[in-house]
C-alpha cells in the first residue's frame, strides 16, 4: 500500500515523491523539467496501488457545456462601493450583508424594507447612489499574526448552524510570516451592537510554507454540527497533495472545538476528509448532505468535484491542465482509482467561489450551481439534474473578476467583484420581488 505505516514504506514514498520535478514560475524557484518517460516511471511507482490504499473508484461523468447563454434578464445594482480587496461575502438572517475584506475588516451592508413592506437594497430605498465603503459600519477584526501577501489575509467566513442561538461565526485566514505561513481558523460572536467579538481559535493547519499563495480556507458546516475547510497545496509544494501525513492540498473536517470527528476514513490521518487537490475554491453543502467542490487547476484543468469522504481527487497526479510555462505536470488525465472531475474547464477560467441556487426567483436556475470566476469574468451556472453536468454562462451584464457569489433571502444573486475599488453587486428579475421572501 502506498501510505503504509511503517518506516520503510513512508521512506520509499519521500525518496519517490523527491524525484517529481516541479516547475516553478512568477518569482518562486525554477527547477529543471524532466522527460515524461522519468514522469512515467516514477509516477507509476507512486501510485501503483493506490485504489487498495484509499479503496476509491473513478467517476466518469460527463463534462459537456450548454452553448453559451447570456440571456437571463436582471436588473443589475451595485448595492456597495469602494470595497478594498474583499475575500468573502456573508448574509446575516436580517438580510444584512458582511464582507470580509483583506486585510481582516468586516463591512456590514444593511439591507432595508421599501414603503410596500418587500425587501430592497439601499438604492432601491431611495439613495441616489449606491452606497461607497466609506459609509458602511466596519470593524478590523484583531487576527493573530494576520498574513495578507499574495492571495493570504482573511479568506473566508461562514455562519454556524446554530446562529439564532448562538450567534456564532467562523473565520479562515493566513497566518505567519513570508518563510512560515499558514491557515488558521478563528470563530467570533456577532453581538447586538453588530460588532464581532470574543474572537477565540479554533485550529490551524500543522504544515507552514514559504509561499504566499494557495491557502484554500473555504468553511462549510455539516449536518453534525462539524465542519470543512480547503486547504491548498502552498504552490511550491504540490507533491504534498498526495502525502496523507501532510494538511496540504486537502479537505480537513473539524470540530467547533478544533478535534478531529471520531468517525474517519483515515485512522493515521484523522483530520484529512479528502486529499489530491491544488487550489480548492468554492465549497457548497446540499440540503441531502451531498458536498460539491471546484477548484482552480495551473494553466487549464480547473474542476468541479462531488466530494466522497476518503476520495483522491488526483492533483498533481492527474491533471487536465499545463503549467504555466506549458511543462507537462502529468502525462495522465486519469488515473485508476482517483476521482474523475464532473466538470473541467479548460481554457481556465479560475473559479472562485460557488452557490446553491434553489429559489423561484430566477426558475431557470433552480437546481444548479453558481460557479463565479476570476480570470472568465462571468458567472457560470451548472445544472445539477444533467447527469453531464452541463454549464453555461450565466449573467453577461456583470463582466467583471468574481470573488465570491451568494444567494439572497430574496432569491436575488450577490456577486462581489474582485480588486481595489471592489463591489457588491445585486442581480433581481426585472420584477424583483415575484416571490415571497421571509425574513424572520
Given at each position: 500500500?502506498?501510505?503504509?505505516?511503517?518506516?520503510?514504506?513512508?521512506?520509499?514514498?519521500?525518496?519517490?515523491?523527491?524525484?517529481?520535478?516541479?516547475?516553478?514560475?512568477?518569482?518562486f524557484?525554477?527547477?529543471?523539467t524532466?522527460?515524461?518517460?522519468?514522469?512515467?516511471?516514477?509516477?507509476?511507482?507512486?501510485?501503483?496501488?493506490v485504489?487498495?490504499?484509499?479503496?476509491?473508484?473513478a467517476?466518469?461523468?460527463?463534462?459537456?457545456?450548454?452553448?453559451?447563454?447570456?440571456?437571463?434578464?436582471?436588473?443589475?445594482?451595485a448595492i456597495?462601493?469602494?470595497?478594498?480587496?474583499?475575500?468573502?461575502?456573508?448574509?446575516?438572517?436580517?438580510?444584512?450583508?458582511?464582507?470580509?475584506?483583506?486585510?481582516?475588516?468586516?463591512?456590514?451592508?444593511?439591507?432595508?424594507?421599501?414603503?410596500?413592506?418587500?425587501?430592497?437594497?439601499?438604492?432601491?430605498?431611495?439613495?441616489a447612489?449606491?452606497?461607497?465603503?466609506?459609509?458602511?459600519?466596519?470593524?478590523?477584526?484583531?487576527?493573530?499574526?494576520?498574513?495578507?501577501?499574495?492571495?493570504?489575509?482573511?479568506?473566508?467566513?461562514?455562519?454556524?448552524?446554530?446562529?439564532?442561538?448562538?450567534?456564532?461565526?467562523?473565520?479562515?485566514?493566513s497566518?505567519?510570516?513570508?518563510?512560515?505561513?499558514?491557515?488558521?481558523?478563528m470563530?467570533?460572536?456577532?453581538?447586538?451592537?453588530?460588532?464581532?467579538?470574543?474572537?477565540?481559535p479554533?485550529?490551524?493547519?500543522?504544515?507552514?510554507?514559504?509561499?504566499?499563495?494557495?491557502?484554500g480556507?473555504?468553511?462549510?458546516?455539516?449536518?453534525?454540527?462539524?465542519?470543512?475547510?480547503?486547504?491548498?497545496?502552498?504552490?511550491?509544494?504540490?507533491?504534498?497533495?498526495?502525502?496523507?501525513?501532510?494538511?496540504?492540498?486537502?479537505?480537513?473536517?473539524?470540530?467547533?472545538?478544533?478535534?478531529?470527528?471520531?468517525?474517519?476514513?483515515?485512522?493515521?490521518?484523522?483530520?484529512?476528509?479528502?486529499?489530491?487537490?491544488?487550489?480548492?475554491?468554492?465549497?457548497?453543502?446540499?440540503?441531502?448532505?451531498d458536498?460539491?467542490?471546484?477548484?482552480?487547476?495551473?494553466d487549464?484543468?480547473?474542476?468541479?468535484?462531488?466530494?466522497?469522504?476518503?476520495?483522491?481527487?488526483?492533483?498533481?497526479?492527474?491533471?487536465?491542465?499545463?503549467?504555466?510555462?506549458?511543462?507537462?505536470?502529468?502525462p495522465?488525465?486519469?488515473?485508476?482509482?482517483?476521482?474523475?472531475?464532473l466538470?473541467?474547464?479548460?481554457?481556465?477560467?479560475?473559479?472562485?467561489?460557488m452557490?446553491?441556487?434553489?429559489?423561484?426567483?430566477?426558475?431557470?436556475?433552480?437546481?444548479?450551481?453558481?460557479?463565479?470566476?476570476?480570470?472568465?469574468?462571468?458567472?457560470?451556472?451548472?445544472?445539477?439534474?444533467s447527469?453531464?453536468?452541463?454549464?453555461?454562462?450565466?449573467?453577461?451584464?456583470?463582466?467583471?473578476?468574481?470573488?465570491?457569489?451568494?444567494?439572497?433571502?430574496?432569491?436575488?444573486?450577490?456577486?462581489?467583484?474582485?480588486?481595489?475599488?471592489?463591489?457588491?453587486?445585486?442581480?433581481?428579475?426585472?420584477?424583483?420581488?415575484?416571490?415571497?421572501?421571509?425574513?424572520?
Amino acid at each position: 500500500m502506498l501510505f503504509s505505516n511503517s518506516e520503510s514504506a513512508r521512506l520509499g514514498n519521500k525518496m519517490a515523491i523527491n524525484k517529481m520535478r516541479v516547475y516553478k514560475i512568477s518569482g518562486f524557484k525554477k527547477h529543471r523539467t524532466q522527460s515524461i518517460s522519468r514522469h512515467v516511471a516514477i509516477l507509476l511507482l507512486m501510485f501503483l496501488n493506490v485504489q487498495s490504499a484509499f479503496g476509491v473508484s473513478a467517476n466518469i461523468s460527463g463534462k459537456s457545456a450548454l452553448k453559451a447563454q447570456t440571456s437571463d434578464t436582471a436588473i443589475t445594482t451595485a448595492i456597495a462601493k469602494d470595497l478594498h480587496y474583499p475575500k468573502a461575502l456573508l448574509q446575516l438572517p436580517d438580510s444584512s450583508w458582511l464582507v470580509a475584506e483583506r486585510d481582516g475588516t468586516i463591512v456590514t451592508v444593511p439591507y432595508t424594507v421599501n414603503s410596500s413592506g418587500k425587501p430592497s437594497s439601499p438604492q432601491q430605498a431611495g439613495s441616489a447612489q449606491a452606497s461607497a465603503r466609506k459609509t458602511l459600519a466596519q470593524q478590523k477584526l484583531p487576527l493573530p499574526q494576520l498574513y495578507q501577501k499574495g492571495q493570504g489575509g482573511l479568506l473566508h467566513m461562514a455562519l454556524s448552524p446554530d446562529f439564532s442561538t448562538s450567534r456564532i461565526i467562523l473565520f479562515s485566514y493566513s497566518k505567519g510570516t513570508d518563510d512560515a505561513n499558514r491557515l488558521a481558523i478563528m470563530r467570533g460572536v456577532l453581538a447586538d451592537d453588530g460588532q464581532i467579538k470574543a474572537l477565540t481559535p479554533v485550529m490551524e493547519i500543522k504544515d507552514s510554507k514559504a509561499t504566499p499563495v494557495h491557502f484554500g480556507g473555504k468553511l462549510v458546516a455539516m449536518n453534525d454540527s462539524t465542519w470543512l475547510v480547503t486547504t491548498g497545496d502552498g504552490f511550491d509544494y504540490r507533491e504534498q497533495a498526495q502525502v496523507l501525513s501532510s494538511q496540504l492540498g486537502k479537505v480537513l473536517r473539524f470540530t467547533l472545538e478544533g478535534e478531529p470527528v471520531s468517525n474517519v476514513p483515515f485512522n493515521n490521518a484523522p483530520f484529512v476528509y479528502t486529499l489530491g487537490h491544488r487550489n480548492p475554491q468554492g465549497l457548497v453543502k446540499m440540503q441531502n448532505g451531498d458536498v460539491y467542490l471546484n477548484e482552480h487547476g495551473p494553466d487549464g484543468g480547473d474542476e468541479l468535484n462531488k466530494l466522497t469522504p476518503g476520495a483522491n481527487y488526483g492533483w498533481p497526479v492527474v491533471t487536465l491542465g499545463r503549467d504555466y510555462s506549458g511543462a507537462t505536470i502529468s502525462p495522465f488525465n486519469h488515473y485508476e482509482g482517483m476521482v474523475n472531475p464532473l466538470v473541467d474547464w479548460t481554457p481556465s477560467i479560475a473559479p472562485s467561489s460557488m452557490a446553491i441556487y434553489n429559489h423561484n426567483t430566477f426558475p431557470a436556475l433552480s437546481n444548479h450551481l453558481l460557479v463565479s470566476a476570476l480570470k472568465a469574468k462571468a458567472l457560470y451556472a451548472v445544472d445539477l439534474s444533467s447527469q453531464s453536468f452541463q454549464y453555461r454562462k450565466v449573467f453577461s451584464s456583470v463582466n467583471q473578476r468574481v470573488r465570491d457569489v451568494a444567494v439572497g433571502n430574496d432569491g436575488g444573486v450577490y456577486v462581489l467583484t474582485d480588486g481595489e475599488r471592489a463591489e457588491l453587486i445585486q442581480l433581481l428579475p426585472p420584477n424583483p420581488f415575484i416571490a415571497e421572501t421571509n425574513l424572520d
